[in-house]
């Protein structure tokens, strides 16, 4: 009687958590295709499959162009990390940007910023999609500087890395988020 009622709790915890992330995908570390060509190194998967990063606050970043599945990717990482019991939230960026942009006009803002905050691993999907505004580079930098060291971050983008600068604008922010964000991330 004990075990099933931990069983159907736990059951019952999951089910809000995988609810509450909103992933875009349904994925899992095992359904991953090692077998089409796109660089994925399948040793490299399954360490970061263990949920290491995670726990010790670190970043994934995957970078790659349109149609190689790096949605699919963050979203089985973040898959695994709700089975591993950590509470995770998929958004895109430009619906981060808004998001934090109307909860700033209605006055929730620290409310908002503080449920991105405290998630265990928060997936943003097609950073640099565009080039950023001032006040979208300032809330990035918040999300980011908020989460640094206490939460992990996975982060998908068409563009390679060495071109977030000029995308995000301002060289002083895209310093700052850089050193936030790849300095202590996996990247794929």
């Not at 009622?5 to 059951?11: H, S, Y």
């Not at 060495?162 to 060289?171: A, C, S, Y």
């Amino acid at each position: 009687l004990v075990d099933a009622q931990w069983l159907w709790k736990e059951n019952k915890r999951m089910k809000r958590l995988l609810e509450n992330a909103r992933l875009k995908l349904p994925a899992s570390m095992e359904d991953i295709d090692y077998r089409s060509p796109r660089g994925l190194d399948k040793s490299v998967m399954l360490s970061l499959g263990r949920c290491e990063w995670a726990r010790r606050h670190r970043n994934v970043i995957i970078v790659g162009p349109t149609g190689v599945g790096k949605t699919y990717l963050a979203c089985a990482l973040a898959h695994k990390a709700i089975r591993e019991g950590m509470a995770a939230f998929y958004m895109r960026t430009p619906k981060l940007y808004y998001t934090l942009a109307m909860a700033r006009a209605d006055g929730s803002y620290a409310r908002v910023l503080a449920k991105i905050t405290k998630t265990a691993v928060l997936v943003l999907d097609d950073l640099g999609l565009a080039a950023l505004t001032d006040g979208e580079r300032r809330d990035l930098l918040e999300v980011i500087e908020d989460r640094h060291g206490a939460a992990s971050t996975i982060i998908t983008s068409q563009l390679p890395i060495e071109n977030w600068h000029e995308v995000i604008g301002d060289p002083t922010i895209a310093d700052a988020l850089l050193d936030r964000l790849v300095h202590n991330a996996h990247k794929i």
